[in-house]
């Protein structure tokens, strides 16, 4: 049983949390966090699902003197363990790397850091072979994670010469006010991080792309156009994405307006916080342009990056050693595909 630690218990790092608690070849030791937010507190109210450590000495006493049971320091559970999920804020993870150093600990970070922070720059369904059995290891961020799960879907069906992406990017997640109150789009000098991103990890394929961020907070929206080396119809895109385990094919004619509608279904169906670890493709903006095939994503950015997070802890540890074997025991867990 592969024992893990979480550092930084916020927006991604709870679901980090979940998410290794129902991989059933994997243990959650515990979570770590500094100050007292109102996600800690949260814990405590749910009666301490999971041990809390406290990510320094000082931050033991804030917890304490809430009433806030704390299991150790951050250093106490690094010792503990054999990989670490930084989900720290960005800057926070390179410093931590020192601890993790320090006790011959494996750590996986969150796309916020910088790349030479980790060994690989790491997706689970596009380079898993090269995180095996790394000792550092970085996601993408939660746009490039959905868009690559569907461009390498693609390439591995037909082969993408160049894509072009347009991001509409959520400004802020649920419940944040740091962004402030907008009524206006802000649009990014080209090209886009994401796209750049993407040939980093898949350096084979052309990208480039634009960024508009808009005042909404459920999920961002991608459109694409893609340039296959080999045709493919649009009836054949859509069966390949079907395919996927991480892709929901949606259509508005089912009710599937938008952002909003997914994030609702999502709560509809009982998904904890309203996630889905899968992205979503309208069918309905699935068209040809010439060779080239444009389609929509819908990105929920609080919970995508959880599966390829899982596949991050089972390379870097060499529990399986392909990318099929490593990512449909990470689907298994996380029941993805259920919708099927």
């Not at 150790?72 to 931590?96: F, H, P, R, S």
């Not at 894509?163 to 959520?170: C, D, E, K, L, Q």
């Not at 296959?228 to 929901?248: G, M, N, S, V, W």
């Not at 903006?285 to 819908?298: A, E, L, N, Q, Y």
Request: charge should be negative; charged fraction near 25%.
């Amino acid at each position: 049983m592969v024992k893990v630690a979480v550092a930084g218990y916020g927006v991604i790092g709870q679901r980090l949390a979940d998410g290794v608690s129902l991989q059933k070849d994997m243990e959650l030791v515990g979570v770590v966090d500094a100050a007292l937010t109102i996600s800690v507190k949260a814990l405590k109210e749910r009666g301490m699902p999971y041990d809390l450590y406290a990510a320094n000495p000082e931050s033991v006493a804030t917890f304490e003197a809430a009433g806030i049971p704390v299991s150790g320091t951050m250093e106490d559970l690094v010792q503990k363990v054999d990989i670490v999920l930084d989900a720290t804020g960005a800057g926070i993870g390179a410093k931590n790397k020192k601890i993790y150093e320090k006790y011959g600990v494996k750590a996986v970070f969150q796309g916020g850091e910088n790349n030479d922070v980790a060994d690989v720059f790491f997706h689970g369904y596009a380079n898993y072979e090269k995180g095996l059995n790394k000792d550092y290891l970085k996601l993408t961020s939660c746009n490039t994670t959905g868009l690559i799960r569907a461009i390498d879907c693609l390439d591995r069906k037909v082969g993408i010469e160049k894509v072009a992406i347009t991001i509409v990017r959520r400004v802020a997640d649920p419940g944040d006010y740091h962004r402030g109150l907008t009524n206006a789009l802000q649009v990014d000098k080209a090209p886009s991080h994401q796209a750049l991103d993407l040939m980093t990890i898949m350096p084979h394929i052309d990208a480039t792309g634009i960024l508009v961020h808009t005042p909404v907070t459920h999920g961002h929206f991608i459109t694409v156009v893609a340039t296959p080396k080999t045709d493919i119809t649009a009836e054949e895109t859509i069966e390949a994405f079907q395919a996927h385990d991480r892709i929901r094919v949606v259509s508005i004619d089912e009710g599937f307006l938008g952002n909003a509608s997914l994030f609702r279904y999502a709560r509809d169906l009982g998904n904890s916080r309203g996630d889905m670890y899968e992205i979503s493709i309208w069918k309905d903006t699935v068209v040809k342009s010439g060779r080239d095939v444009m389609f929509g994503i819908h990105i929920p950015q609080e919970s995508v990056t959880i599966p390829e997070t899982m596949d991050a802890i089972r390379a870097a540890l060499g529990m399986q050693e392909t990318r099929e074997e490593g990512t449909s025991k990470t689907n298994e867990y996380l029941e993805m595909a259920r919708w099927k």
